[in-house]
């Protein structure tokens, strides 16, 4: 079946710096991936879609500038949380989907803690 | 836009079925899915079911859909204690957007 494989499986930084978490489709090419965002004991929200070749597409009330998407090739996607503070500590889920008639499929998720 | 909403939490003994509920505002929905996950691990995807059809069965798992009431249900027959997760209903809007919904803690004790 369609794999999905997210890296780092966790990952601690210090305020101040940046993380970059990669999104990879093993199996089958993804033209588009989803970055969604979960706080403890609640669910996800996307953040943003991620598009091969061109601009992610973010949603309201997320800074572009702050988590960076790079989408360079059809089996990678690349979040970058820029000059990370505490409040970015989250648990973040990519996901694809290998065709239309085919369900989402979401990587182990890749928790991130700011100290 | 789309809201989704789940029961928290649901409680059931070893060998029972286990019925999580799920309703939906979108009539245009197309698809909408099932997915479980663990504790500190990504989703798993369980099921999931087109807007045209009723009725899914895949092994223990039920999925049943009243579009008319706008309400998603997935029943777990002989729940095992490794059944015990978060379980998200979410709603494709059509847009390639999924729209989750708040999760059902499902707790199977022995």
């Known amino acids: 079946g369609a794999v999905v494989s997210q890296h780092p499986s966790w990952v601690i930084c210090k305020s101040g710096t940046s993380v970059k978490i990669e999104c990879r489709s093993l199996d089958f090419q993804a033209t588009t991936m989803f970055w969604y965002r979960q706080f403890p004991k609640q669910s996800l929200m996307l953040m943003a879609t991620s598009n091969e070749g061109s601009k992610a597409t973010y949603e309201q009330g997320v800074e572009k500038d702050k988590f960076l998407i790079n989408h360079a090739s059809l089996t990678l996607s690349t979040l970058t949380v820029t000059s990370a503070h505490p409040e970015d500590s989250s648990f973040y889920i990519c996901?694809?989907?290998?065709?239309?008639?085919?369900?989402?499929?979401f990587g182990s998720g890749t928790r991130l803690t700011v100290v | 836009g789309e809201d989704v909403e789940q029961s928290l939490f649901l409680s059931v003994r070893e060998g029972d079925s286990s019925v999580i509920n799920c309703t939906y505002t979108d009539s245009s929905s197309t698809y909408l899915y099932w997915y479980k996950q663990e504790p500190g691990a990504g989703l798993q995807l369980l099921t999931y079911i087109f807007s045209n059809m009723d009725m899914k069965q895949d092994q223990r798992l039920t999925v049943l859909l009243n579009k008319k009431d706008k309400h998603l249900s997935l029943r777990i027959a002989d729940t095992q204690t490794g059944d015990s997760a978060i379980y998200f209903c979410a709603v494709d809007t059509g847009f390639q957007k999924l729209v989750f919904g708040t999760g059902t803690r499902l707790l199977v004790s022995p």
């Open positions: 996901s694809a989907r290998p065709g239309q008639k085919y369900g989402y499929t």
